[in-house]
């Protein structure tokens, strides 16, 4: 999941790049700082149900947002970004959701 998610962030800023005015943020936004410090806090069994909830929602949260941007998109490069990159969010999320069940992920 790392190399995907490495890969992933590497072409979207190589297409952001690519357009004019469109650049990703700089550092994380106060949300998901949050999100880092409640793991750090974590401990034992603690941690890993917490880290399995974020991952899912998360993922989740990613999956509606490349869902809507794939059928209303303005940019048709992103357009196609988002619907090329869709099916692996939705395996990300299903493995997330294993995870957050107690299951174990491939």
Known sequence: MVEAHTQTANQLKSLLSSKAGL???????????????????????????LYAQQQAQGHN????????????GKDADLKK???????TIQQHLSMAQTLQKGGATP
Not at 36 to 43: D, M, V
């Open 23 to 49: 650049k990703p943020p700089a550092a994380m936004d106060s949300g998901h700082k949050a999100l880092i410090a409640k793991l750090r806090a974590a401990n034992g069994a603690a941690f890993d149900k």
């Open 61 to 72: 949260d990613a999956v509606m947002l490349f869902t809507d941007y794939a059928q209303n």
């Open 81 to 87: 970004f988002a619907t090329e990159t869709l099916p």
